[in-house]
């Protein structure tokens, strides 16, 4: 049997691709779902009887203890988080509270009964909110909008903390927007690309939408967990900024993805200003030079590839919901 690894979120978009990724170099994987709710093993189809599942609520210390000692995994990959992001603070304490227990007790866990174990936080690109620099990389200050940004803030000094003062092997990846078919319907790209098949097969006409000049720095999840294992394979622990260091706006996204079928998408979007975020004036570009020169690392899949593969995906899915 090869490494340990334990993912929490596995069910999720990263938590999936990264899942299938250790499968393939021989990992055993274990991964943590929340006991209280039930979980959509569909991202997890292809390699369900390959992985064991947990059901651990993650702001039960006892319990994330229990696991910690008792697997001692080589690796840990914190993904879960509450992560669609509001910029009201209406439910601040919803997205806190688990974002940073979750990632205290891991780590608190780790030092005292799994030395060797290595971390992986997911940070974000949320951490620099409204960035006075035009591209940000490891060093640019943090400036987050959100209770989300703020917690990941949080997260990120907790595994920096743990790793100067314990030794542990602890970083953190700045993550930024990055899609795929496996993407939440909640999440403007999924969205577009999910009623898009809908409009196509003439079950649906208009989607709704906010801002579409607002610009985000996509990528690909397939390529970013690869990124994710590269950063618990160097010989010290380090952080980074993972991202494409290109901007598309929703604008973009669009045009491609109506164009896969020949489609005019002015014909069928109605723009609602309800739909309006104050994060539309913030634009996060990666600079991710330190992540190409240490981890031999750089995205694969362009954007108008992500943007045609969720196309097909939710295309295919119509049919067979049909």
């Known amino acids: 049997m090869g490494k340990i690894a334990l993912i929490t979120g596995i069910s999720g978009q990263d938590g999936s691709y990264l899942a299938e990724l250790l499968i393939k170099k021989k990992y055993k994987v274990y991964g943590i779902c929340s006991p209280y709710k039930k979980v959509n093993f569909e991202n997890l189809k292809n390699i369900r009887k390959k992985i064991v599942i947990k059901k651990i609520d993650i702001n039960n210390y006892s319990k994330i203890k229990e696991i910690i000692k008792n697997l001692k995994p080589a690796e840990v990959y914190h993904l879960a988080a509450q992560s669609f992001i509001n910029y009201k603070f209406e439910d601040e304490f919803f997205k806190l509270n688990p974002n940073i227990n979750g990632t205290h007790y891991l780590l608190s866990a780790i030092k005292n009964f799994s030395t060797k174990t290595k971390f992986y936080f997911a940070a974000s690109s949320e951490i620099f909110g409204n960035s006075a620099k035009k591209k940000q990389d490891e060093n640019t200050k943090f400036n987050p909008r959100s209770a989300y940004g703020i917690s990941k803030v949080t997260g990120y000094h907790l595994t920096k903390n743990y790793r100067e003062a314990y030794g542990i092997f602890a970083c953190s990846g700045i993550l930024y ?3 795929s078919p496996r993407r939440n319907k909640n999440f403007v790209t999924r969205k577009i690309t999910h009623n898009l098949a809908k409009i196509y097969r003439n079950k649906k006409h208009k989607i709704f939408l906010g801002n579409i000049n607002s610009k985000r720095d996509w990528g690909h999840a397939k390529d970013y967990v690869v990124a994710m294992w ?21 604008k973009d996204f669009l045009k491609i993805a109506f164009g896969y079928f020949g489609l005019d998408y002015r014909k069928f979007i109605i723009i609602d200003k309800k739909l309006y975020r104050k994060n539309d004036k913030y634009i996060l570009r990666a600079n991710i030079n330190k992540a190409t020169k240490i981890l031999k690392w750089k995205p ?18 119509a049919y067979k919901q049909s």
């Open 177 to 179: 927007n990055h899609e």
């Open 230 to 250: 590269k950063m618990l394979q160097q010989n010290k622990p380090q952080d980074f900024v993972i991202g494409t260091g290109k901007l598309h706006s929703v």
């Open 300 to 317: 694969k899949i362009n954007f108008k590839s992500l943007v045609n593969e969720m196309v097909i995906n939710d295309m295919n899915l």
